[in-house]
């Protein structure tokens, strides 16, 4: 029986069984060639009969693949399963097929109603239409339970059959591999010939099919399978019923056997009986490239869709339409390719396919030919080539009139008004909040990452550090159509929804510096109906706490808030009288808390010290009525700190530095306090602790030293004195301070060192005879620098009046 006699649509034969590979160029060209031969009157496909309304929206011209069709739990969102689909898919060229020769098309697998709820309620599952992921580890499952022995060899196969029977055949016919196996029989076809047999592939791969599941189920068979194909099978012969012109079936190649099959319809309607079902909803989703591409979740496990995509779409020389698309992209990325590259890769991929013994150039010798040709045997340009074109940044698009949910719909109509499109590549943004359209793209990300919709990451600005400007990295992924889908929760808008979201999160806030975080996304995402209700909550645990280090921790958000209050123009008076009354309570109880700690409690209070003394400087005195002073009172509080004993040198010596950069202590005090801490009646751990806390931390300690060779000398002389049984003690924590600062820096502290006392003298007495300084200033040097400071100041057409005076300082740079 030929092909074409067995898979006739006429009804007389059976049904036409087109078994694929999901995700398949060749598959799909097959798909295609087999439904033109046969011409059935219905097109049954391998997928979610739930979604059978939503089949005509695949004609709409505003429907581009890849997407993926979503069914998710109506009372529990995150249960979702996706069935993706690409232009390249076999499933895709079937239902566009029957769209456009007006035939009726059905979705046959077991529902989604009943699939979600055999999964747990609180997990997440993502598939393919066939589960090939699930299938393997219920195989591997279905092996260690079965536990055959080294005598049974139909059970010591049936796992690595059942895994991936394509790398069974592909043994079979004397490959070890698989991917390239198939490529050469099945997905190349068009692009190297053909027997002119339509339906021939189809029959041979049945065959195969057949007899691998006979192998497998030796060894034991996967129930979930014998349900969904008991399923299907009931399908397939009700639309037999109801078709004079015959029925094609597009399913996995795996499942082909047991369509096939004869088994009583009681048999099969036992099977289904009393499946748990649960409510479920279904949409179109757009999906990506790189989503096809990965091995883990849903990852269809296609590790080229970028390439399938252009064997499908190719009309005839692949090799080269491929080869000149890298050439471009190449060309695009600032490296020199010619189109005699190209002619040259060309050739070389056609060499080595011919010496592989392979019909067609396949992407691992156009590969080959690229990193020989057009990289010169570098694989950096080469990864280039497979992010962008192997896999692709390829996103899909669905019709407006795709079902969503009401906060979908609402997400899709604040991004068009913001011209804020959604897209696969990852991508910066760069947003001004002075501008009105800027402010509000800020506000939405802020308040899609608050619903736990993380379309974007905030990174560092570049250029500013102010607070008018930030930066985004932004990218779609598929999977945020169930975290919006699971948001629609809280509300039927963006807005709505965070700001409902963020009073919940109020509420159930386990500390205070949940709810100051909280109270400063809420001005980033722009929620003035949210932040009262957190306000409220925050003044009320603030009241509550006692606990100095949660005080501190809390209050540096709250200040940060302000400054955005300022920029966005949002009301922060409620925010500023909250904020200083936290730093006044942290002023009151910081001395005591900061005795008797040990060595782990004091480092962490002294980066409560750095917080607190960051965020007084950004309140300032008058930000909130009633509450002046702030800065004062705050640098009395680090005189008293500086000034116990009973503080740790760690926190003593933090102190002492941010009071000498405050301009507050001079540095002749400085030096007195240094000399204290490090005299010899003070223990050397503490004074290495001292040290750390004045030079360390990253605090600019390194160029202090290097300009203030008082302190240096100090700390030389004092590190001199330790006795031999204490330096290994203090060893660690020095060589941790200094070994924070720049390598330069490190570099000229040791020739300072190296040279003594007596030879580097002090900074103000230096001579012309050390290195790197003079006795005075090289004025002809200095005027040097002019221009770029007229430059940097817009001055750079006028001529300069001056340079430096007799006094060595800069009076007049312009005219």
Same mark, same amino acid.
């Given at each position: 029986m030929t092909g074409t006699d067995r898979g006739r649509a006429d009804g007389a034969l059976g049904p036409v069984l087109l078994g694929v590979r999901h995700h398949g160029p060749g598959s799909a060209r097959a798909v295609r060639a087999a439904l033109e031969a046969a011409r059935p009157g219905t097109v049954l496909i391998e997928g979610p009969p739930e979604a059978d309304a939503l089949i005509p929206l695949a004609a709409d011209e505003d429907m581009r693949p890849p997407v993926a069709l979503l069914a998710h739990a109506v009372d529990e969102p995150g249960r979702s399963a996706f069935w993706?689909?690409?232009?390249?898919?076999?499933?895709?060229? *079937?239902?566009?097929?029957?769209?456009?020769?007006?035939?009726?098309?059905?979705?046959?697998?077991?529902?989604?109603?009943?699939?979600? $709820?055999?999964?747990?309620?609180?997990?997440?599952?993502?598939?393919?239409?066939?589960?090939?992921?699930?299938?393997?580890e219920d195989a591997e499952r279905a092996a260690e339970e079965q536990g055959s022995g080294p005598g049974d060899p139909s059970g010591a196969s049936a796992p690595e059959v059942r895994a991936d029977p394509l790398a069974a055949l592909a043994g079979a016919a004397g490959h070890d591999d698989p991917e390239r196996w198939w490529e050469d029989v099945v997905e190349h076809r068009g692009h190297g010939g053909g027997d002119g047999d339509a339906l021939a592939p189809f029959t041979a791969l049945e065959e195969a099919m057949g007899a691998l599941r006979e192998t497998e189920e030796g060894g034991g068979h996967d129930a979930r399978d014998r349900v969904r194909e008991a399923y299907m099978r009931l399908q397939v012969r009700a639309a037999q019923r109801e078709s004079a012109r015959g029925v094609a079936v597009v399913c996995g190649a795996w499942h082909v056997p047991a369509l096939r099959r004869k088994v009583t319809a009681t048999a099969d309607r036992a099977l289904l009986k009393g499946l748990p079902r649960t409510k479920v909803d279904l949409t179109w989703v757009p999906w990506t490239y790189r989503r096809l591409s990965r091995s883990g979740g849903y990852g269809a496990g296609i590790e080229?869709?970028?390439?399938?995509?252009? #064997?499908?779409?190719?009309?005839?020389?692949? &090799?080269?339409?491929?080869?000149?698309? @890298?050439?471009? #992209?190449?060309?695009?990325?600032?490296?020199?390719?010619?189109?005699?590259?190209?002619?040259? /890769? +060309?050739?070389?991929?056609?060499?080595?396919?011919?010496?592989?013994?392979?019909?067609?150039?396949?992407?691992?010798?156009?590969?080959?030919?690229?990193?020989?040709?057009?990289?010169?045997?570098?694989?950096?340009?080469?990864?280039?080539?497979?992010?962008?074109?192997?896999?692709?940044?390829? #996103?899909?698009?669905?019709?407006?009139?795709?079902?969503?949910?009401?906060?979908?719909?609402?997400?899709?109509?604040?991004?068009?008004?913001?011209?804020?499109?959604?897209?696969?590549?990852?991508?910066?943004?760069?947003?001004?909040?002075?501008?009105?359209?800027?402010?509000?793209?800020?506000?939405?990300?802020?308040?899609?990452?608050?619903?736990? &919709?993380?379309?974007?990451?905030?990174?560092?600005?570049?250029?500013?550090?102010?607070?008018?400007?930030?930066?985004?990295?932004?990218?779609?992924?598929?999977?945020?159509? +169930?975290?919006?889908?699971?948001?629609?929760?809280?509300?039927?808008?963006? #807005?709505?929804?965070?700001?409902?979201? $963020?009073?919940?999160?109020?509420?159930? *806030?386990?500390?205070?510096?949940?709810?100051? =975080?909280? =109270?400063?996304?809420?001005?980033?995402?722009?929620?003035?109906?949210?932040?009262?209700?957190? %306000?409220?909550?925050?003044?009320?645990?603030?009241a509550l706490d006692t606990d100095v280090g949660h005080l501190a921790r809390a209050l540096p958000a709250l200040v940060r808030s302000l400054r955005y209050g300022d920029v966005r123009g949002t009301d922060t008076g409620a925010l500023a009288e909250v904020a200083a009354g936290l730093a006044g309570r942290v002023f009151v109880g910081l001395p005591a808390a900061c005795a008797a700690l040990d060595?782990?409690?004091?480092?962490?209070?002294?980066?409560? @010290?750095?917080?607190?003394?960051?965020?007084?400087?950004?309140?300032?005195?008058?930000?909130?009525?009633?509450?002046?002073?702030?800065?004062?009172?705050?640098?009395?509080?680090?005189?008293?700190?500086?000034?116990?004993?009973? @503080?740790?040198? &760690?926190?003593?010596?933090?102190?002492?530095?941010?009071?000498?950069?405050?301009? &507050?202590?001079?540095?002749?005090?400085?030096?007195? !306090? %240094?000399?204290? /801490?490090? !005299?010899?009646?003070?223990?050397?751990?503490?004074? $290495?602790?001292?040290?750390?806390?004045?030079?360390?931390?990253?605090?600019?300690?390194?160029?202090?030293?290097?300009?203030?060779?008082?302190?240096?000398?100090?700390?030389?002389?004092?590190?001199?004195?330790?006795?031999?049984?204490?330096?290994?003690?203090?060893?660690?924590?020095?060589?941790?301070?200094?070994?924070?600062?720049?390598?330069?820096?490190?570099r000229s502290l040791g020739e300072l060192v190296r040279r003594g006392p007596v030879a580097r003298g002090r900074v103000t007495t230096a001579g012309p005879g050390i290195p790197g300084f003079a006795a005075g200033l090289d004025t002809e040097r200095a005027d040097a620098v002019l221009p770029v400071v007229r430059l940097l100041l817009g001055l750079a057409g006028s001529a300069p009046a001056h340079g430096l005076d007799g006094n060595d300082d800069l009076v007049e740079v312009d005219a």
């Open positions: 993706p689909l690409a232009e390249f898919s076999p499933e895709w060229v *079937a239902l566009r097929w029957a769209l456009e020769h007006d035939v009726p098309a059905r979705f046959i697998d077991l529902p989604a109603a009943h699939s979600l $709820a055999l999964w747990s309620a609180d997990e997440t599952q993502e598939e393919d239409t066939q589960q090939e992921d699930a299938e393997r080229s869709p970028g390439w399938y995509a252009h #064997l499908f779409g190719a009309v005839d020389r692949p &090799v080269e339409r491929w080869l000149t698309k @890298v050439a471009g #992209l190449l060309r695009d990325e600032g490296r020199i390719v010619s189109s005699a590259h190209v002619i040259e /890769a +060309v050739r070389l991929a056609g060499t080595l396919a011919t010496l592989r013994g392979r019909p067609l150039a396949g992407l691992g010798e156009t590969t080959d030919a690229v990193r020989a040709v057009m990289c010169d045997g570098s694989d950096v340009p080469l990864a280039l080539v497979r992010d962008r074109l192997v896999v692709g940044d390829v #996103l899909g698009e669905v019709p407006a009139g795709a079902p969503a949910v009401p906060l979908q719909r609402d997400l899709a109509r604040v991004q068009r008004r913001l011209r804020l499109k959604p897209e696969a590549r990852r991508r910066e943004l760069e947003l001004d909040l002075r501008k009105d359209t800027d402010a509000s793209r800020s506000r939405l990300l802020h308040r899609l990452r608050l619903l736990g &919709v993380g379309w974007g990451e905030p990174a560092a600005s570049r250029g500013s550090t102010g607070t008018f400007r930030e930066t985004w990295r932004l990218r779609w992924e598929p999977e945020l159509s +169930v975290r919006v889908a699971e948001a629609g929760v809280w509300g039927t808008t963006v #807005l709505a929804a965070a700001t409902a979201k $963020a009073e919940a999160d109020a509420v159930t *806030a386990r500390d205070l510096a949940e709810v100051t =975080a909280l =109270a400063e996304r809420c001005l980033l995402a722009g929620l003035p109906a949210a932040l009262t209700p957190v %306000m409220r909550i925050l003044a009320d645990r603030a060595a782990d409690a004091a480092d962490e209070m002294r980066g409560h @010290v750095d917080a607190v003394h960051g965020a007084v400087g950004l309140l300032g005195d008058t930000s909130a009525p009633g509450h002046g002073g702030l800065r004062s009172r705050w640098q009395a509080v680090l005189r008293t700190l500086s000034a116990r004993d009973i @503080v740790p040198g &760690v926190v003593r010596g933090r102190a002492v530095r941010l009071l000498l950069d405050d301009g &507050v202590l001079a540095s002749d005090e400085a030096a007195r !306090s %240094m000399g204290l /801490a490090l !005299s010899r009646g003070t223990p050397p751990a503490d004074a $290495a602790a001292w040290i750390e806390g004045f030079v360390g931390g990253g605090s600019g300690g390194g160029l202090l030293l290097l300009h203030d060779e008082r302190l240096l000398a100090l700390v030389d002389t004092w590190l001199t004195g330790v006795a031999a049984e204490a330096f290994t003690e203090v060893l660690p924590l020095l060589r941790r301070t200094f070994a924070a600062y720049e390598p330069g820096v490190r």
